[in-house]
């Protein structure tokens, strides 16, 4: 269920790319 909702949102899908921490931008 996350990943859909990763998917349909841009935000959740680059927060988790930068590793739900990492804070790059």
Known sequence: IT???ID????AKG???TGA???EK
């Open 8 to 11: 349909n949102n841009p935000f």
């Open 3 to 5: 990943q859909l909702k």
């Open 21 to 23: 921490g990492k804070r």
């Open 15 to 17: 927060f988790r790319d």
